[in-house]
Every structure is written in structure tokens, then in C-alpha cells.
């Protein structure tokens, strides 16, 4: 989650299971083209590609507020609350750490990052809480529709793209002018999705 201040948190929850329902920022970063990626590496070398996309993503997140909910794959999921983030701005939050999250991915510098990035944002209410059986597997998860979408948009993004939903562009009260705006159809959804692209300076 966030070590530094969630230690209390996860031991109440593998005692006492449960959850609520929660407004919410969430964010999900991933590889783009890992499998390729992985092709031209040695299984080693790729193994210290995505722990180094782990520990630079974690600790941006931990240093935004926000809280890590899983590390799977090629791909780190957190969301943000308001009681942990600056001027209680969950939304506002996570923008600034995808947007750090590129940047120390090396998107913002001359020639190819060194991990290729994609983000998706989306703001709503989730269920977050403790699921599986007590004492044995207990696990803070983060569930829901808005989770779908998240995970959605940042199908999206390109490398160097952070997928923003209109929903979390307004909380976080964002200055759109360089942004490009999409309607998006999205997998699995009837309705389409408002966003904005956000896409690094050297991209």
C-alpha cells in the first residue's frame, strides 16, 4: 500500500475485514510492448527492467500520497484518497504522479525511454477494502466499475500518453489547453468516455 502510512491499516484489515465505498483517483501505469521488450533481453535482464519500473513507480506514488494496491506483470495499479494527498486533491495527485511517472521513466528527455509507458486516470467511487479469508489470504483490494475504467484508459495510452478521464480533469481543476480531448469507446462499455491526453514533452 504505503509504507509510510498504511502499516496500521493493513493490520486492522487482516483482522477485521471489510471495506467501503470510496470517491477515488485511480491510476494505472504499464509497459508498453513488454513482450517485445522481453524478446530481445535475457530473462534476467528484463526481471531487472520491470523491478526498476517497480521501485520508481512505487516510491513516486508513495511520494504523491497514493497508495499501491498491486504490482502485476508489466503494470502497477494505486489509487488515492483525499485524507493522504495535498489539500485533500486525490485527483489533482495523481495526475502529478503519472505525469512523474513519465518523466523519471525518461519521456521527457531526447531519444527512447528507458521503459516505455503508457498511463490511464480515472476519478469515481470504488469499493475499497479487505477481501479473501481472514488469517489466511487477506488483501486490500480496490473494485468496481470505475476500476474497469481505469484499467480501460490506459489501454489507450500510447507510449509516453497519460489518458485522463474528463471526470478526474475537473476535480483536479486542470488547465486543458495542452491537452487533446477524445470520446472514447471503450471495451466493454456501452457508454463512451470523455478524456484528455496528456502526452510527455519529448514523446
Same mark, same amino acid.
Given at each position: 500500500?504505503?509504507?509510510? !502510512?498504511?502499516?496500521?491499516?493493513?493490520?486492522?484489515?487482516?483482522?477485521?475485514?471489510?471495506?467501503?465505498?470510496?470517491?477515488?483517483?485511480?491510476?494505472?501505469?504499464?509497459? @508498453?510492448?513488454?513482450?517485445?521488450?522481453?524478446?530481445?533481453?535475457?530473462? *534476467?535482464?528484463?526481471?531487472?527492467?520491470?523491478? @526498476?519500473? *517497480?521501485?520508481?513507480?512505487?516510491?513516486?506514488?508513495?511520494?504523491?500520497?497514493? !497508495?499501491?494496491? %498491486?504490482?502485476?506483470?508489466?503494470?502497477?495499479?494505486?489509487?488515492?484518497?483525499?485524507?493522504?494527498?495535498?489539500?485533500?486533491?486525490?485527483?489533482?495527485?495523481?495526475? !502529478?504522479?503519472? %505525469?512523474?511517472?513519465?518523466?523519471?521513466?525518461?519521456?521527457?528527455?531526447?531519444? %527512447?525511454?528507458?521503459?516505455?509507458?503508457?498511463?490511464?486516470?480515472?476519478?469515481?467511487?470504488?469499493?475499497?477494502?479487505?477481501?479473501?479469508?481472514?488469517?489466511?489470504?487477506?488483501?486490500?483490494?480496490?473494485?468496481?466499475?470505475?476500476?474497469?475504467?481505469?484499467? @480501460?484508459?490506459?489501454?489507450?495510452?500510447?507510449?509516453?500518453?497519460?489518458?485522463?478521464?474528463?471526470?478526474?480533469?475537473?476535480?483536479?481543476?486542470?488547465?486543458?489547453?495542452?491537452?487533446?480531448?477524445?470520446?472514447?469507446?471503450?471495451?466493454? %462499455?456501452?457508454?463512451?468516455?470523455?478524456?484528455?491526453? *496528456?502526452?510527455?514533452?519529448?514523446?
Amino acid at each position: 500500500m504505503n509504507p509510510h !502510512m498504511c502499516n496500521i491499516c493493513e493490520r486492522f484489515a487482516n483482522a477485521h475485514p471489510g471495506g467501503a465505498e470510496l470517491e477515488v483517483s485511480l491510476l494505472f501505469a504499464d509497459i @508498453r510492448g513488454s513482450t517485445s521488450l522481453a524478446e530481445g533481453m535475457n530473462a *534476467y535482464e528484463f526481471g531487472q527492467l520491470i523491478n @526498476r519500473f *517497480y521501485q520508481v513507480t512505487t516510491n513516486i506514488i508513495y511520494e504523491h500520497g497514493g !497508495m499501491v494496491e %498491486k504490482l502485476v506483470g508489466d503494470e502497477i495499479t494505486a489509487f488515492f484518497v483525499p485524507a493522504f494527498t495535498d489539500n485533500n486533491n486525490h485527483a489533482r495527485a495523481a495526475v !502529478m504522479a503519472g %505525469k512523474a511517472i513519465l518523466a523519471a521513466t525518461g519521456h521527457d528527455r531526447e531519444g %527512447k525511454p528507458w521503459a516505455p509507458v503508457g498511463v490511464g486516470i480515472h476519478t469515481g467511487e470504488a469499493y475499497v477494502g479487505a477481501v479473501g479469508e481472514q488469517g489466511k489470504n487477506i488483501d486490500i483490494a480496490v473494485l468496481g466499475d470505475n476500476v474497469n475504467i481505469a484499467a @480501460r484508459l490506459t489501454g489507450q495510452a500510447k507510449t509516453g500518453e497519460i489518458v485522463i478521464s474528463d471526470d478526474t480533469c475537473r476535480l483536479a481543476e486542470m488547465d486543458k489547453s495542452d491537452l487533446e480531448f477524445q470520446e472514447l469507446a471503450l471495451k466493454g %462499455k456501452e457508454a463512451t468516455v470523455d478524456a484528455w491526453i *496528456y502526452t510527455s514533452g519529448a514523446a
